[in-house]
């Protein structure tokens, strides 16, 4: 089979085992082989094992059912942010940065309720109370609610954060909503080998309202409301890698036990392989 846009053909007839080679080239000629990998596509994505192609079909797929699910509708974004993708896993897993979006929410007061932990994951559980400003339009929108009175809504919803590498989900639930009334997935991508750079894919499902098609109406919306907290998101983190550059390292003493937890499991998952280096393409 002839790829066009480089002018190179595809040798083989088993998926995993397809080649690609320069024209008038002999396909044995290893120097011009390129190396393949296990590959899958689900809901959109299409997901590159780089491990052992041996371990593709047993290694732990992610689920994301709100995008196939009606009652929800979906938006994908991604782009590049130029960090480590470490600092995106701590930005979200720590909502005590919200005072930086005060500007776009209003005042909000988090309180942690709790964590867990495993081989593989961290969890966190958080909850919030609005001390100043007026609830925004886009809020309102995902919780299905006007709250004109912040008190009365105080700590009736639950924000569940988690690290289940190399992902990372946010879930919201409010009481007297069976469902979650919002429903994050992200994956950060490297790019490039000293992996300062990532790229950012992500599917944000909202929970559709009682009234049909005013979710639709409104996604312009939410979806210019997401692009600003993206936006200082974004500024927040890349501030964090040039200030990690200028001093050499990490030289912030951490305190909160979600955050060290999570430092260790991104230390210890995101370690090459022995071997794996010299192994080569």
């Known amino acids: 089979m002839k790829q066009e846009w480089h002018k190179h053909f595809l040798t083989g007839t088993k998926p995993l085992q397809v080649q690609c080679v320069s024209p008038n080239v002999s396909a044995e000629a290893q120097c011009l082989?390129?190396?393949?990998w296990a590959c899958r596509e689900k809901d959109g994505l299409i997901f590159v094992f780089m491990g052992d192609k041996s371990l593709a079909d047993k290694t732990p797929f992610p689920d994301?059912?709100?995008v196939?699910?009606?009652r929800y509708r979906t938006r994908r974004f991604g782009q590049v942010v130029n960090c480590h993708y470490s600092f995106?896993?701590?930005?979200l897993m720590d909502m005590n940065h919200q005072v930086l979006h005060s500007r776009l929410v209003g005042k909000m007061k988090p309180r942690f309720l709790g964590m867990d932990h495993g081989d593989?994951?961290?969890?966190a559980r958080y909850t919030f109370a609005r001390t100043g400003g007026?609830?925004?339009?886009s809020e309102a929108l995902i919780y299905g609610q006007r709250r004109r009175d912040g008190r009365d809504f105080a700590y009736r919803d639950v924000m569940t954060i988690?690290?289940?590498y190399p992902y990372q989900s946010l879930r919201i639930e409010t009481q007297g909503i069976e469902d979650p009334v919002m429903e994050l997935w992200i994956s950060y991508v490297p790019q490039d080998r000293e992996e300062l750079t990532n790229r950012v894919f992500g599917l944000l499902s909202i929970k559709r309202l009682k009234v049909p098609f005013l979710l639709d109406l409104a996604w312009p919306i939410l979806v210019a409301f997401t692009e600003r907290v993206f936006f200082e998101d974004r500024e927040i983190v890349e501030l964090e890698q040039a200030a990690?550059?200028?001093l050499g390292g990490d030289h912030n003493q951490e305190v909160f036990p979600v955050i060290k937890q999570l430092h260790d499991l991104l230390r210890r998952c995101g370690q090459m392989p022995k071997g794996a280096e010299e192994a080569g393409p």
Do not use: A, G, I
């Open 33 to 36: 082989r390129l190396r393949t």
């Open 64 to 66: 994301f059912p709100r």
């Open 68 to 70: 196939r699910d009606r």
């Open 88 to 91: 995106m896993h701590e930005n």
């Open 120 to 123: 593989d994951f961290v969890e």
């Open 134 to 137: 007026k609830q925004p339009l």
């Open 162 to 164: 988690r690290t289940q």
């Open 244 to 246: 990690w550059k200028d």
